[in-house]
């Protein structure tokens, strides 16, 4: 599953105003969620809108190795045909999850009570990652787990069976490991409660509900707590995948940040829980206006008209890191081109993605002439005023897809081309998003 092991370079191809309008792809955690729950019903689920790229195919093949039934239509709709809860097979290969933390870190939750034991690795980014955020969890549950040195990958995790439920106050702000838990518990006896002190993310709650799993969710004095009643019946669904926020963010930025540019981003998902960088952009002043408002799949969406704007650097709050927290290299490019600086703090996780995005986007931006200063958990950004950035410089995007693409949208307004130097990890979340670019800087063939 893992991309092609040859690196692509990339010269962002001049400066160019962005005009028209983009779909963008399916929602990645929404994605991954509905093969997972699709996988756990009885019966054919369908999803449409599915985003059909390296981290989701790589959930598709791993629901597969464990019993599943996945089948891509010729209209483009994906059917399920689930094993049940409980009913997960013991898979015969390792599951390789190639560049994808959901992906590990759900499918983790799930294999922890099922009678069967896996093993999980991944590319040398994923293998990076720590994982003992979900592993203190699961073996509190039962799972027993062996893991390489600093519970990293390759992984192997042997599920209990009957897990042991538990009451799991997340230590760290993550939808990965509240869905982990959350995953556990569906074939665990009994009520398993995650508290989550700060809101991330909600898709697993209302997914979970939707397949008709018995789920509450209440407000209580150290947070949001969230009550699944294990040993869940799941009933099939037909599920519309709305657009990806965290891909229609380099749209957003790029469009505010390139004069002249005007641009339509169709069907984006405004989960408030996913929707932290409109807001920080609309406070530096740029122009996002939301046309034909709607629900998709019980998830709001709109589409976007981005004008160009001039932007004017922020101090980001702290409290809307987990709704944009794929989003800080985009809005760190967005930063790239404001008046004066923005600050952005009380953004550690950004460290542990699938690159150190901080420590990435501070040599990136700095290789190209923009000035920042490094916090242990966030960058300040010293913005040109809207002029060109100086370029000229290659980024290294350590196999993340996030800083490629986020810095071809920085060499689009930039004196000198910028270079990344390997655009093939974009595979993994963005398929289309080269070709989309041509499309919107009008130069499609
Ligand atoms: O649950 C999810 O689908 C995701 C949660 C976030 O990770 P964390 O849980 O580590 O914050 C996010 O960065 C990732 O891209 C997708
Ligand atoms: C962090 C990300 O994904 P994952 O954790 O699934 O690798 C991302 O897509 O920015």
């Known amino acids: ?56 195919l790589a959930t598709a093949a791993a629901m597969r190795a464990m019993g599943a039934t996945i089948e891509r239509g010729d209209d483009g709709i994906w059917r399920i045909y689930g094993v049940g809860v409980g009913g997960l097979l013991q898979p015969c290969q390792a599951l390789d999850m190639g560049n994808s933390g959901t992906s590990t870190r759900l499918l983790m939750g799930l294999v922890a009570s099922h009678p069967i034991t896996a093993t999980f690795t991944g590319d040398a980014s994923l293998s990076a990652r720590p994982m003992a955020r979900v592993t203190v969890p699961l073996a509190q549950m039962g799972a027993s787990i062996e893991a390489s040195p600093g519970t ?5 995790v042997r599920g209990a069976c009957p897990a042991v439920p538990i009451d799991y106050e997340l230590p760290v702000a993550s939808a990965q490991v509240k869905s982990a838990v959350l995953l556990a518990a569906l074939n665990t006896p009994g009520i398993t409660r995650v508290i989550e002190p700060v809101p991330t993310r909600d898709h697993s709650e209302r997914m979970l509900a939707g397949f008709g799993a018995q789920l509450t969710v209440e407000q209580g004095p150290r947070g949001r707590v969230i009550s699944l009643t294990g040993e869940a019946e799941l009933k099939p669904q037909s599920i519309v995948v709305p657009g990806d926020p965290s891909s229609a963010a380099f749209w957003m930025v790029a469009a505010s940040i390139v004069p002249g540019s005007d641009v339509v981003i169709e069907n984006v998902g405004l989960n408030p829980t996913r929707a932290g960088l409109v807001t920080a952009l609309r406070m530096m002043g740029a122009d996002i206006t939301e046309l034909d408002a709607r629900v998709v799949g019980g998830e709001p969406v709109a589409d976007l008209r981005v004008r160009h704007a001039t932007l004017a ?17 985009a809005l760190f490019v967005a930063a790239a081109f404001a008046e004066g600086k923005t600050v952005a703090r009380g953004a550690e996780e950004l460290r542990v993605k699938e690159s150190d995005r901080i420590a990435a986007m501070r040599a990136a931006l700095e290789a190209n002439g923009v000035t920042t200063e490094e916090h242990e958990d966030g960058l300040t950004v010293h913005g040109s005023g809207g002029e060109k950035i100086a370029g000229g410089g290659t980024v290294a995007t350590k196999l993340d897809h996030r800083i490629a693409m986020s810095m071809t949208v920085a060499g689009l307004h930039a004196r000198n081309a910028v270079t990344i130097d390997d655009i093939a990890p974009v595979a993994t979340s963005y398929p289309a998003f080269y070709q989309q670019l041509e499309t919107l800087s009008g130069r499609a063939a």
Do not use: C, N, Q, W
Not at 22 to 40: C, E, F, N, T, W
Not at 152 to 156: A, N, T
Not at 313 to 329: C, F, K, N, Q, R
């Open 1 to 56: 599953m893992a991309h092609s092991s040859s690196p692509t370079p990339f010269t962002v191809p001049g400066p160019a105003r962005l005009a028209g309008r983009i779909r963008v792809p399916g929602d990645k955690s929404i994605s991954h969620r509905s093969l997972m729950l699709s996988a756990l019903a009885v019966g054919e689920s369908r999803v449409e809108g599915l985003l059909e790229g390296e981290d989701v």
């Open 152 to 156: 990293r990958l390759p992984l192997m």
């Open 313 to 329: 650097g922020i101090v980001v709050p702290h409290d809307l890191a987990p709704s944009m927290i794929d989003e800080y290299p």
